[in-house]
């Protein structure tokens, strides 16, 4: 729950993942459960709902994490932090990924396996637009 210098584990599985031709790699922490990716935080959207990973499964609280979950307030989406495994996110009907490099961004595949229709969604799609609108105006707040 600490941003520090020891970001081994994470290093390593973006070694891996790019290893596997991947852009980005999905971390788990020991029970299992999604974490969050080798540089980002995840989000699915499932009939609606956004779910991401609590902190405490191991995913760290960043602003750009806190800034997505402000702009899904904004927009009135429900959204909540659960528990995802794989199959969460292989049979989400979209994903996002939020961090400071990548600012907002679709992800579409998982283990070479179509996310939802395979392109981003519309849920996506604002968040992506309005993070950039946020960025664009040099940190305005909501």
């Not at 974490?35 to 009939?47: H, L, M, P, Q, Y």
Request: hydrophobic share 35%.
């Amino acid at each position: 729950m600490v941003k520090s210098l020891n970001y081994l584990n994470n290093v390593m599985g973006k070694i891996e993942a790019q290893a596997a031709d991947a852009d980005e790699g999905l971390m788990l922490n020991e029970q299992g459960y999604v974490a969050e990716c080798t540089g980002d935080n995840i989000f699915i959207v499932k009939t609606g709902k956004v779910i991401t990973p609590p902190v405490s499964a191991g995913s760290l609280r960043g602003i750009t994490r806190d800034t997505a979950i402000e702009i899904l307030e904004e927009f009135k989406l429900p959204w909540k932090e659960d528990n995802l495994t794989r199959y969460d996110i292989f049979t989400a009907d979209e994903c996002f990924l939020t961090g400071t490099a990548a600012e907002t961004i679709a992800a579409i595949e998982l283990d070479q396996r179509v996310i939802g229709n395979g392109k981003p969604g519309p849920v996506t799609q604002r968040c992506v637009t309005r993070y950039r609108e946020i960025v664009n105006s040099q940190g305005t707040p909501i």
